[in-house]
């Protein structure tokens, strides 16, 4: 009962910080060490995946001029030409900025952005291609750009989405999973598509094929994607993870397979997903950070692989102080003992998650994700009262 008794002001304080973890999001570098941004009112460098299960600590790298993180659908983009990470939706006064964080410097800065084309800043989903650094985004049908250029720090002049097209498919309803392998945007879940198969748009030459594209055995559904790296070039792989995790496939659009690997431990229609060449990460809703190994080279690792949680970085919980600097409450407050949150707190709710590329979540999650925290805090003090 002692212990019991000394861990209720943690849980208040808990509770009084946290808001929701897709404030936050993850990302790699072009070294491939693991980004954390926005976890409890910190940015975190925790390395390349041979540490992440080890028992240091990530390097703080929270720094001036970053973003609040406290927009509710935050998402993260590597520009591998720049080593920038193009943060976007990460700041609900602004919420048409990007923030670029230069991995190289080390530093920030904000890049205003007009969205008079008509994109809707809260409710889009998107993708940075590889080799023109310009976004593309799906919001309400419509199919919109953004030329980053080579910016690893933000342009004094203002920048601008444009409208491409209005997509060819029936759009009714549907909210878009968008993976980019080889400079085509892949859309997946597209009402009345067969399994496994993408509707596919060429991006040089801005053009919706009008078959669609089978790859193998994935079912037609919505879910989160995120693209596998290559040390050089354009991606050619993504991962697809659906919204009741089953599995993690594995799309190849050179050879036109399909490798199905195990599906996160979390099962979280509302986690986010980063891959690097050789890592899928999960940022599930209630903060917590797990990866997935893969070897480009090797089916049979792949599918050995089990998911593991990355025990090096924080789970992440997001300070509602409203200030944009490196927050004053401790962040011990949401380490302690949360650990098990990631391995017992899995979120089965049936709801549907709106998606990006890099994923997003639904605002609605806020609630979930308090009541997950909850939940998870109650059993932890159950299991510490029990045992003393
Ligand atoms: C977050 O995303 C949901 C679903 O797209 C949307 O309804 C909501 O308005 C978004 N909120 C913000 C602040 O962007
Ligand atoms: C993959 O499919 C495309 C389109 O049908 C085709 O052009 C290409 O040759 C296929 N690749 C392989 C390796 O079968
Ligand atoms: C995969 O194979 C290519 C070609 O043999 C090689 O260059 C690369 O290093 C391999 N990658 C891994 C992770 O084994
Ligand atoms: C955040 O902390 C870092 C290092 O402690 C410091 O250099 C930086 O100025 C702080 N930023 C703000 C906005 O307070």
């Known amino acids: 009962m002692p212990r019991l008794l000394s861990l209720l002001p943690l849980f208040?304080?808990?509770?009084?910080?946290?808001?929701?973890?897709?404030?936050?999001?993850?990302?790699?570098?072009?070294?491939?060490?693991?980004?954390?941004?926005?976890?409890?009112?910190?940015?975190?460098?925790?390395?390349?995946?041979?540490?992440?299960?080890?028992?240091?600590?990530?390097?703080?790298?929270?720094?001036?001029?970053?973003?609040?993180?406290?927009?509710?659908?935050?998402?993260?983009?590597?520009?591998?030409?720049?080593?920038?990470?193009?943060?976007?939706?990460?700041?609900?006064?602004?919420?048409?900025?990007?923030?670029?964080?230069?991995?190289?410097?080390?530093?920030?800065?904000?890049?205003?952005?007009?969205?008079?084309?008509?994109?809707?800043?809260?409710?889009?989903a998107a993708i940075l291609d590889h080799d023109?650094?310009?976004?593309?985004?799906?919001?309400?049908?419509?199919?919109?750009?953004?030329?980053?250029?080579?910016?690893?720090?933000?342009?004094?002049?203002?920048?601008?989405?444009?409208?491409?097209?209005?997509?060819?498919f029936d759009t009714d309803g549907y909210k878009p999973v968008m993976a980019l392998a080889q400079n085509h945007i892949h859309f997946l879940g597209v009402p009345g598509l067969p399994d496994g198969s993408a509707q596919i748009f060429v991006i040089h030459f801005s053009f919706l094929q009008p078959e669609p594209q089978s790859y193998g055995n994935f079912p037609n559904t919505h879910g989160?994607?995120?693209?596998?790296?290559?040390e050089q070039g354009v991606q050619q792989e993504f991962a697809f993870i659906p919204d009741d995790g089953s599995a993690t496939y594995v799309i190849n659009v050179e050879t036109n397979t399909t490798?199905?690997?195990?599906?996160?431990?979390?099962?979280?229609?509302?986690?986010?997903?980063?891959?690097?060449?050789?890592?899928?990460?999960?940022?599930?809703?209630?903060?917590s950070v797990a990866y997935l190994s893969y070897n480009v080279n090797s089916s049979s690792a792949n599918s050995a692989a089990t998911w593991n949680v990355i025990s090096k970085l924080p789970v992440a919980s997001t300070t509602s102080t409203g200030s944009t600097g490196n927050g004053s409450s401790s962040t011990g407050s949401s380490n302690s003992g949360s650990s098990n949150i990631g391995s017992s707190g899995s979120p089965t709710s049936t709801g549907n998650a709106q998606s990006s590329s890099t994923g997003s979540s639904n605002s609605a999650l806020s609630i979930q994700s308090q009541g997950l925290f909850m939940a998870a805090m109650l059993l932890i003090i159950v299991v510490v009262s029990q045992s003393t």
């Open 224 to 230: 989160q994607v995120t693209s596998l790296f290559q």
């Open 132 to 168: 023109t650094n310009v976004f593309y985004a799906y919001s309400k049908g419509e199919l919109f750009s953004l030329d980053m250029e080579l910016l690893k720090a933000a342009s004094s002049s203002s920048k601008s989405w444009n409208d491409v097209q209005k997509l060819a």
């Open 259 to 287: 490798q199905t690997l195990k599906g996160p431990t979390v099962k979280d229609p509302f986690a986010s997903y980063f891959a690097s060449v050789d890592s899928i990460v999960q940022l599930s809703s209630s903060g």
């Open 12 to 124: 208040i304080l808990s509770l009084a910080n946290i808001t929701l973890a897709s404030n936050s999001c993850i990302a790699f570098d072009i070294s491939w060490n693991l980004l954390a941004f926005g976890f409890s009112g910190k940015d975190y460098n925790a390395g390349t995946q041979d540490t992440w299960t080890s028992s240091g600590n990530p390097t703080d790298i929270t720094t001036q001029g970053r973003p609040p993180f406290d927009g509710a659908n935050t998402t993260c983009y590597l520009s591998q030409f720049t080593n920038a990470i193009y943060v976007l939706g990460a700041d609900s006064a602004k919420p048409s900025s990007i923030y670029i964080y230069d991995a190289t410097a080390k530093s920030w800065s904000t890049q205003d952005v007009s969205t008079d084309a008509g994109i809707d800043p809260t409710n889009f």
